[in-house]
């Protein structure tokens, strides 16, 4: 047999910045230097073991008998903020955003104008599966209400021609696209 292989080189501060900004929504020193010790093998490693960072709990503490659903939105958008920024997980709330990319729902121009704890559930939902299963995932999304609201799949018939009911295939169409 051959001599064993080289060690890998180095990870520069450079490298690790770079690595960081493609896998977080930021590099910072100590993560940085994280990085730089435990390789990005491990760095990634880790972050998969992390629990996710969530937004519903935060919300479903800010409920108060009065507190209109509306006031709770710009909550919503905070929490997303302070976990995109502070979280732990920082590899899986990048990967969430990414899905949220592509399994859009939105509170503008929806009835979900009001509904904080289903968009906050609904991002959950892309965190928790974010390093799952792709077809887990796409079930999840699929049977979630938020999806079912914002793509008009919520309480769709099956087709009955002789009754003239033909099936909404609006989130068919999304989900093929």
């Known amino acids: 047999p051959g001599p064993p292989p080289p060690p890998p080189a180095a990870i520069t501060k450079t490298e690790a910045f770079q690595f960081l900004n493609q896998t977080t929504f930021g590099a910072t020193e100590r993560e940085a230097q994280r990085v730089i010790n ?15 960072s969530l937004q519903l709990p ?7 008998p009065g507190v209109m659903p509306f006031e709770l939105q710009a909550d919503r958008v905070d929490i997303w903020f302070r976990n995109a ?3 732990d997980d920082q ?10 990319e592509i399994f859009v729902v939105s509170h503008i121009g929806s009835s979900l104008n009001n509904q904080p704890w289903s968009l906050g559930s609904y991002y959950d939902t892309l965190a928790q599966h974010a390093f799952g299963n792709f077809r887990d ?16 799949m919520l309480g769709n018939e099956k087709p009955n021609p002789q009754l003239n009911i033909r099936p909404d295939e609006n989130y068919a169409r999304e989900l093929m696209q």
């Not at 435990?38 to 996710?52: S, V």
Request: charged share 15%; no cysteine; proline share 4%.
């Open 38 to 52: 435990m390789g990005y093998e491990a760095w990634i490693d880790d972050q998969l073991r992390k629990t996710p």
């Open 58 to 64: 935060h919300l479903q503490s800010l409920a108060a």
């Open 85 to 87: 920024l502070h979280g």
């Open 91 to 100: 590899l899986r709330q990048r990967v969430a955003f990414a899905l949220s």
């Open 137 to 152: 995932l796409m079930e999840a999304v699929t049977l979630h209400p938020a999806m079912g609201v914002y793509l008009s």
